[in-house]
Structure formats: C-alpha cells, structure tokens
C-alpha cells in the first residue's frame, strides 16, 4: 500500500516549508548557527537510529550510531581538557538535558547540598533543580550578567556546614556573561568547603571559547566537575542536541544493567537521537578544529562591526569580552518580532552566530536605523552626548 498525502494537505505542508525559509532569513535572536549543509548525510533519514542507553556499553539494539557518538565526546573531551581516562558522557536533547544530568550526578554525590546560581541562569536550571529536589539559593548578578562574588560569599558562609553545588554560567542567556572558577574556587577555599561540586552550563558559549582559549578558563582543568553543552548552537544542527561530560568516577554512582536492551541505563532518556551525534561527528570531521576556530573569530568580528554600526547611529549597544551577543536596549515591537529578537526587562540582544552574514546584519541596522531616524524608539535607546 503506498500512502500520500491528499492536495490540502500537500499544499499546508509546502506552505509551511515555505514560511519555515522565509522566516530562516530574518533570524537574529538566537544563538543557532544556521550555516550548515548536511546534505550528504539525507539517506541516514531513511534508518530509525537509536542510541539507547550508555554510549560507551554496546546494545542488542545495534542499529545505532556509537561509534561516531564516542568520537565526538572524545573530541569534546580533549577540547575541555577533561581528566585522561576519568571521564564519561553522551549527546543529549540539548544544554538543558545536560544540566539536568550534571546537577543529578552533584545530588547522587551530596544529597544534602545547596545549589548557588545567579539570577542570570537559563530557567532549565530552575526546573532542574525542582525535579531533583535540591536545596537552592540564588545569587545576585553583576551589571553585565555574571554573578556577584561578594553576595555569593556571603551565602555560602552562612551555609559553611552544607555541601557546595555551584552551577557557573559561561556564557548567560541574555548577555553571555561567564562566571569565574577561579574567583568561586577562591571563595570556596576561604571559607574552607571541602564538599563541592562545580557545574559549568556552557550550552551557549563553552565549544568557541573552549576552541579559541577565552579567558577566564572554565573546563575540567580549572575546576570544573562536570559541563553541558548545546550542540545546535555554536556547532549547529537541524536538531536539537548537546552533550554533557562528567568525571567518570562520580557517574558510577548512576545506572544499572537492563537486560531488555542489553546496555546499561545510564543517561537521563531512553532512547536517545542516533542522528544527531552523526550531525556533531560530521560537522567537527568536515570543518575541523582549525576551521571551527575561523568560524568563531569571524562571528566575533559580525558582533564587533555589529556594535560599531549601532554606536554610530547613536544606540547604546554593548557586549561581554569577546562575546557574539550583541546588547541593546529594547527597539519596537515591530521590529524585535520582525527579526525574532529576544528581550527581557528592556534589554534586547542579537547574537553574531555562524550563518548571520553582514548582508542580514545590514538590513537589519536599516530598519533599526529608520527606527532612530523616525524617533519611534525611547530615549533609552540613544546615547546622550
Ligand atoms: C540554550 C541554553 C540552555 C539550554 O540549552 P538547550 O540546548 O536549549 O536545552 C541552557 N543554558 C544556557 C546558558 C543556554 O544558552
């Protein structure tokens, strides 16, 4: 029997295909990469790939993509310097997963600790921390979005009997500010804490600041204890997917052993996208480490000439050391919902993500600059000189 769809049908779907490439063209509020081509890879959406339980165990399920999955968590494990046969990980649903995963395997370890995180952090880590039960305080931020040190001090010290899990931003949702392990490690070893556990949610800017040294350094070298990233962020993917990497010895708390697919049941799902891992794989094997660090420095120059053009047409943009999110306040509704621009207590930002090309910035500006020219924009907006 061969199946087809009927012409209303067909018709709302090329419709919809339709709007879904127009709309791609006026994206530039989000830190998705959108310059990718896996076209090569088409035929494996003929084959329903899973990746059931633990990467590192083979599964009876054997219609999956393991091989290239260890590959690209290696990668990410050189790359974040994690302990040489001391850790583990998987590719996960996205940054949000691997926080969940992270902040699972601090709770297995200390059932009794406290979760610090700023008031900066994405809301999954609020959920996540709801599911686990945890205790939680949060931390004020700093102007630009990292988190207060004195006022994280404070807390812990008024919590010195209760093990540390520290949730560190590297790179915030809003403004891509990044916590400082150094500056934590330094309050956690004043007040003397010996049980802590540092989470460093890198979803948006771990994979560019990890590939081009950004300072300060947050990976497992400078104290970090687990770390999630996003993969269709930086990377990009046509599915959502990220990876989350621990050290090995605190996972071995986690898992058993499921006859049924004949593995060991130690991610946060059960089946798990066997696509998505071959997207990551392909993408690090065709562009390669030097090619992905090109890639990020040319989104760092969109952000810089994006902030020069803006500055001269008198708007008060700003942006994090080296960060690709662009921050300004709030212009019209019109335009935010125009170009799908994210805003929160009057700010706004654009990100400077592979695929946002000087053609899309400079419409872009256009439209911000009639805006200025028109005076429909607040005061707030402008420089004052
Ligand atoms: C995007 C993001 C997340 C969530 O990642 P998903 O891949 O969307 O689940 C978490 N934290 C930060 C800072 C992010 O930018």
């Known amino acids: 029997m061969m199946y ?7 018709t709302q779907l090329q419709n919809y295909m339709q709007k879904a490439v127009e709309r791609s063209k006026y994206f530039l509020g989000y830190p998705i990469a959108t310059d990718f081509d896996y076209s090569e890879l088409f035929p494996l959406l003929d084959l329903p790939l899973n990746n059931v339980g633990d990467p590192m165990v083979e599964s009876t399920y054997d219609l999956n993509s393991r091989s290239l999955e260890k590959e690209v968590l290696q990668f990410f494990a050189d790359l974040f310097n994690a302990p040489k046969d001391n850790w583990w990980g998987y590719v996960t ?17 200390y059932p009794n600790g406290i979760v610090y995180y700023s008031e900066s952090t994405h809301y999954s880590v609020q959920k996540n921390i709801q599911l686990l039960n945890l205790r939680s305080i949060v931390i004020r931020t700093q102007e630009n979005g990292e988190i207060d040190y004195d006022d994280l001090k404070q807390m812990v010290q008024m919590h010195r009997d209760q093990p540390v899990i520290m949730l560190a931003n590297i790179g915030t949702t809003m403004t891509e500010a990044k916590d400082d392990l150094s500056k934590i490690q330094q309050i956690l070893r004043g007040l003397a804490i010996k049980s802590h556990y540092i989470h460093c949610d890198a979803a948006l800017a771990g994979t560019y600041s990890a590939l081009l040294e950004l300072k300060p350094g947050f990976d497992f070298s400078y104290g970090a204890d687990s770390i999630a990233i996003s993969g269709h962020k930086f990377i990009g993917s046509p599915i959502p997917c990220g990876l989350v990497l621990v050290k090995k010895n605190y996972k071995e708390r986690i898992g058993r052993s499921i006859p049924y697919i004949g593995t060991v049941d130690t991610t946060i799902t059960g089946s798990r996208n066997g696509h998505s891992p071959i997207f990551l794989w392909y993408a690090i094997k065709k562009i390669g ?5 090109q890639r990020a420095l040319e989104s760092s120059a969109m952000a810089n000439y994006t902030i020069e053009q803006m500055r001269a047409m008198g708007v008060k943009a700003w942006r994090n050391p080296d960060a690709l999110t662009v921050v300004f306040p709030q212009p019209s509704n019109a335009l935010r919902q125009k170009w799908q621009i994210a805003t929160e207590n009057g700010q706004s930002h654009i990100i400077c993500m592979p695929g946002v090309q000087k053609d899309r910035i400079d419409a872009f500006l256009a439209d911000l600059k009639a805006e200025v020219n028109a005076f429909k924009v607040s005061e707030e907006i402008l420089e004052t000189v």
Request: glycine share 18%; aromatic share 6%.
């Open 93 to 109: 649903n996205g940054g949000s997963e691997g926080n969940l995963y992270g902040l699972y395997v601090a709770r297995e370890l």
């Open 4 to 10: 087809s769809l009927n012409t209303e049908d067909a």
């Open 289 to 293: 480490k030097n090619g992905l660090k």
